[in-house]
C-alpha cells in the first residue's frame, strides 16, 4: 500500500470524529465524569487504547508496513499506568490479605483469558490443524506466556503474564510504607528494564507505565488538586508536549538512534509513551470538565480487554474480511473486521459474565 502515512492519518482523524461527535452532555449518561481519572474518564482512555492497539496491528501485522505514528506501544503504557492506578485506588483503606487480594484481581483478568484461550486453540486445530505441546498447553492456561509459540497464540498474551507478575510485585508493595514504598516502585522497575534487557529476554516493553499509574494513585488527591487548580495551562503543555512527542516519532529512528546505546533509545521511547499517557489523561479530564463523554469511546472501553483477547487471532491467523488489494478495499475490510469484532467481544463478555455470576 502506497502513501502509508496518509491512510493512516485518514484512519485516525475518522476515529477521532466518530469520538467528538458521537458524545453527550454527562448528565443524560447519568455519570460524574469532571473529576481528572475518573471511571468515565478511565473508561474513554481504555476505548482510545484499544483503538490504536488494533490500528498498530492491523498496520505491522497485515500491511506490513509502518507508518510514523503508531500509537499502539503508547496504548500499551496506558492500559498499564490505567492498571496501575485502578488497583492502587481500589486497594487503599482496604485490609485484605494477600491470597484473597490476588484472587480478586486474578479472577478479572485470568476467567475471560481462560475463554479466549480455549476458543483460539479450537479455531487454530479446526481452521489451521494446528496444535500444541502439551507443556505449552499447560504454560499458557497458567497465564505463563514466555516463549515465542506461546506469545503467537493470540500475540498478545505476553501482556497477561506482564501484568500479572506487577500484581505479585503490588502485593509486597502493599506491605511497604512511606518512602520504603516509593523506593520499590522505583527501583524494581529499574532492575527490570536492565534484567531483561541483558539476561531474560522476555520482549517485555512498558516495563515503568503499571509503577507510575501506582505512584497516581498513591499520589492521588494532590495530583487532582494540583490538576484542578492549574487546568488550562496543564492542557496548554499536555497539547504542546503532544506535538514534541509526534516530532519525536517523525525523527528519533534516524536522528536519534544511532548515536545512543540501544537500552537508552528503549528507555526514552518508554519516557515518552508515559508522558503521552499523561497528556491524554490531561486533555480528557479537561473534556470531562466540560460535561462531555465520548459514547464512542465509553462503548470500546466497556469491551477493551475483549477486543484485546480476541482481535489479534482475527487480525493475523484467520483474517476473514481484510484482502491485499486496494487501499479502499483493504481500508473498508478493516471498518468491517472492527464491526466484527464489536459483536464478538459482546457476545463474549455476556457468556463470561453468566460464568462469573454463576461460578465466582
Same mark, same amino acid.
Given at each position: 500500500?502506497?502513501?502509508?502515512?496518509?491512510?493512516?492519518?485518514?484512519?485516525?482523524?475518522?476515529?477521532?470524529?466518530?469520538?467528538?461527535?458521537?458524545?453527550?452532555?454527562?448528565?443524560?449518561?447519568?455519570?460524574?465524569?469532571?473529576?481528572?481519572?475518573?471511571?468515565?474518564?478511565?473508561?474513554?482512555?481504555?476505548?482510545?487504547?484499544?483503538?490504536?492497539?488494533?490500528?498498530?496491528?492491523?498496520?505491522?501485522?497485515?500491511?506490513?508496513?509502518?507508518?510514523?505514528?503508531?500509537?499502539?506501544?503508547?496504548?500499551?503504557?496506558?492500559?498499564?499506568? %490505567? $492498571? +496501575?492506578?485502578?488497583?492502587?485506588?481500589?486497594?487503599?483503606?482496604?485490609?485484605?490479605?494477600?491470597?484473597?487480594?490476588?484472587?480478586?484481581?486474578?479472577?478479572?483478568?485470568?476467567?475471560?483469558?481462560?475463554?479466549?484461550?480455549?476458543?483460539?486453540?479450537?479455531?487454530?486445530?479446526?481452521?489451521?490443524?494446528?496444535? /500444541?505441546?502439551?507443556?505449552? /498447553?499447560?504454560?499458557?492456561?497458567?497465564?505463563?506466556?514466555?516463549? $515465542?509459540?506461546?506469545?503467537?497464540?493470540?500475540?498478545?498474551?505476553?501482556?497477561?503474564?506482564?501484568?500479572?507478575?506487577?500484581? !505479585?510485585?503490588?502485593?509486597?508493595?502493599?506491605?511497604?510504607?512511606?518512602?520504603?514504598?516509593?523506593?520499590?516502585?522505583?527501583?524494581?522497575?529499574?532492575?527490570?528494564?536492565?534484567?531483561?534487557?541483558?539476561?531474560?529476554?522476555?520482549?517485555?516493553?512498558?516495563?515503568?507505565?503499571?509503577?507510575?499509574?501506582?505512584?497516581? +494513585?498513591?499520589?492521588?488527591?494532590?495530583?487532582?488538586?494540583?490538576?484542578?487548580?492549574?487546568?488550562?495551562?496543564?492542557?496548554?503543555?499536555?497539547?504542546?508536549?503532544?506535538?514534541?512527542?509526534?516530532?519525536?516519532?517523525? /525523527?528519533?529512528?534516524?536522528?536519534?538512534?544511532?548515536?545512543?546505546? $540501544?537500552?537508552?533509545?528503549?528507555?526514552?521511547?518508554?519516557?515518552?509513551?508515559?508522558?503521552?499517557?499523561?497528556?491524554?489523561?490531561?486533555?480528557?479530564? !479537561?473534556?470531562?470538565?466540560?460535561?462531555?463523554?465520548?459514547?464512542?469511546?465509553?462503548? %470500546?472501553?466497556?469491551?477493551? /480487554?475483549?477486543?484485546?483477547?480476541?482481535?489479534?487471532?482475527? %487480525?493475523?491467523?484467520?483474517?476473514?474480511?481484510?484482502?491485499?488489494?486496494?487501499?479502499?478495499?483493504?481500508? !473498508?475490510?478493516?471498518?468491517?473486521?472492527?464491526?466484527?469484532? *464489536?459483536?464478538?467481544?459482546?457476545?463474549?463478555?455476556?457468556?463470561?459474565? *453468566?460464568?462469573?455470576?454463576?461460578?465466582?
Amino acid at each position: 500500500m502506497n502513501n502509508v502515512d496518509l491512510y493512516n492519518l485518514f484512519l485516525f482523524v475518522a476515529f477521532v470524529l466518530l469520538a467528538l461527535f458521537w458524545r453527550k452532555k454527562q448528565k443524560s449518561l447519568g455519570v460524574i465524569s469532571s473529576q481528572v481519572l475518573s471511571i468515565p474518564q478511565t473508561t474513554q482512555l481504555k476505548g482510545l487504547a484499544i483503538l490504536c492497539v488494533v490500528i498498530g496491528h492491523f498496520w505491522v501485522h497485515v500491511v506490513q508496513q509502518t507508518p510514523f505514528f503508531l500509537f499502539g506501544g503508547d496504548a500499551v503504557a496506558l492500559f498499564l499506568m %490505567l $492498571s +496501575g492506578f485502578g488497583i492502587t485506588v481500589s486497594a487503599q483503606g482496604k485490609s485484605e490479605n494477600a491470597f484473597i487480594f490476588l484472587k480478586k484481581r486474578g479472577v478479572k483478568v485470568l476467567i475471560p483469558y481462560w475463554f479466549s484461550t480455549i476458543f483460539i486453540l479450537l479455531l487454530d486445530y479446526f481452521l489451521l490443524g494446528r496444535t /500444541y505441546t502439551w507443556q505449552n /498447553y499447560a504454560l499458557t492456561s497458567l497465564g505463563i506466556n514466555l516463549n $515465542s509459540t506461546v506469545r503467537n497464540i493470540d500475540y498478545v498474551r505476553w501482556y497477561i503474564t506482564f501484568q500479572l507478575f506487577w500484581y !505479585l510485585v503490588f502485593t509486597v508493595f502493599r506491605y511497604c510504607k512511606g518512602y520504603i514504598a516509593i523506593a520499590c516502585i522505583v527501583a524494581v522497575p529499574a532492575v527490570l528494564f536492565v534484567f531483561d534487557y541483558y539476561v531474560t529476554h522476555f520482549g517485555w516493553y512498558q516495563i515503568f507505565a503499571f509503577p507510575a499509574g501506582v505512584l497516581l +494513585g498513591l499520589f492521588y488527591e494532590p495530583v487532582k488538586n494540583f490538576f484542578n487548580r492549574h487546568v488550562w495551562l496543564l492542557t496548554c503543555l499536555s497539547c504542546v508536549m503532544f506535538c514534541c512527542i509526534l516530532v519525536f516519532k517523525i /525523527y528519533s529512528y534516524q536522528v536519534i538512534e544511532p548515536y545512543i546505546p $540501544s537500552i537508552v533509545f528503549k528507555a526514552v521511547r518508554e519516557g515518552t509513551s508515559i508522558l503521552l499517557c499523561l497528556c491524554m489523561i490531561c486533555i480528557f479530564a !479537561l473534556v470531562g470538565r466540560q460535561g462531555r463523554v465520548s459514547v464512542f469511546l465509553t462503548f %470500546l472501553g466497556g469491551i477493551s /480487554y475483549e477486543i484485546f483477547l480476541l482481535h489479534g487471532p482475527f %487480525l493475523v491467523k484467520y483474517n476473514p474480511v481484510i484482502y491485499p488489494g486496494r487501499p479502499v478495499t483493504v481500508l !473498508l475490510g478493516l471498518g468491517l473486521y472492527l464491526v466484527l469484532m *464489536v459483536i464478538l467481544a459482546l457476545g463474549f463478555k455476556k457468556i463470561v459474565g *453468566v460464568v462469573n455470576h454463576a461460578f465466582v
